[in-house]
Nanobody
């Protein structure tokens, strides 16, 4: 069983930065592709970013390209999401996810999910 625990959310002003962390336990992270999703109030959960198991390839939603960076430290079993130039529309609960299949992960059908961390961006 894989457990994921996000941290690093909080309140930040527009234009600011936050770094989210996702600690993975139960299995070694190197067996899984990992990603980040978010869900704003009243909206569907949406894809943010994904990384292959090796970290060699990364994928981003168009609105996050150039502002967000996904990375992972397999030795620490941790995935990160660096978010820069934050906007009020980035306000959402951010979820970490892991799956052995990249297609399933990117489609939002990951096997494992964290509980989420709230990110609030004030104008």
């Amino acid at each position: 069983q894989v457990q994921l625990a996000e941290s690093g959310g909080g309140l930040v002003q527009a234009g600011g930065s936050l770094r989210l962390s996702c600690a993975v336990s139960g299995r070694t992270i190197s067996n899984y592709h990992t990603g980040w999703f978010r869900q704003a109030p009243g909206k569907e959960r949406e894809f943010v970013a994904a990384s292959t198991w090796s970290g060699g390839s990364t994928y981003y939603a168009d609105s996050m390209k150039g502002r967000f960076t996904i990375s992972r430290d397999n030795a620490k079993n941790t995935v990160y999401l660096q978010m820069n130039r934050l906007k009020p529309e980035d306000t959402a609960v951010y979820y970490c996810a892991a799956d052995p299949t990249l297609r399933d992960l990117r489609a939002g059908g990951a096997d494992y999910w964290g509980q989420g961390t709230q990110v609030t961006v004030s104008p």
